[in-house]
C-alpha cells in the first residue's frame, strides 16, 4: 500500500512540474508574439510570480525587450493558463527618424 502511495505522489510531483515547463514554454511563444506585434526586440523572458486567485491560478511574467541596441525596457504580462489576460507596457522614448 504504502509503495502504490509513494508512485502516486511521484507521479502527482512529475506532472506538476511538467505543466509548469508547458507553461513557461507557452510564456516564452506569447511573449515573443506580442514583441512581434510591437515590433521591438525581445530580451529575455521571467516569472515574476504566481498567485491563486478565484479566477485560478495566475503567472505574472516580465519580459525584457528593447527598441534599440542601447535601449532596455520592460513589459509585464498576466497569464492564466494559456490564456493572456493583461498585459502592461511601459512608456517607451520615440527613436529618432
Do not use: K
Amino acid at each position: 500500500m504504502s509503495s502504490t502511495l509513494l508512485i502516486l505522489l511521484t507521479a502527482l510531483v512529475l506532472w506538476g512540474f511538467w505543466r509548469l515547463r508547458q507553461q513557461e514554454e507557452w510564456a516564452r511563444v506569447c511573449a515573443a508574439r506580442l514583441c512581434r506585434q510591437q515590433q521591438v526586440q525581445l530580451l529575455e523572458v521571467a516569472l515574476q510570480t504566481r498567485r491563486l486567485t478565484r479566477q485560478g491560478l495566475l503567472h505574472v511574467y516580465v519580459m525584457d525587450f528593447s527598441l534599440a541596441p542601447q535601449d532596455r525596457y520592460q513589459a509585464q504580462f498576466v497569464m492564466r493558463g494559456r490564456q493572456l489576460l493583461n498585459v502592461t507596457w511601459p512608456v517607451m522614448r520615440e527613436q529618432a527618424p
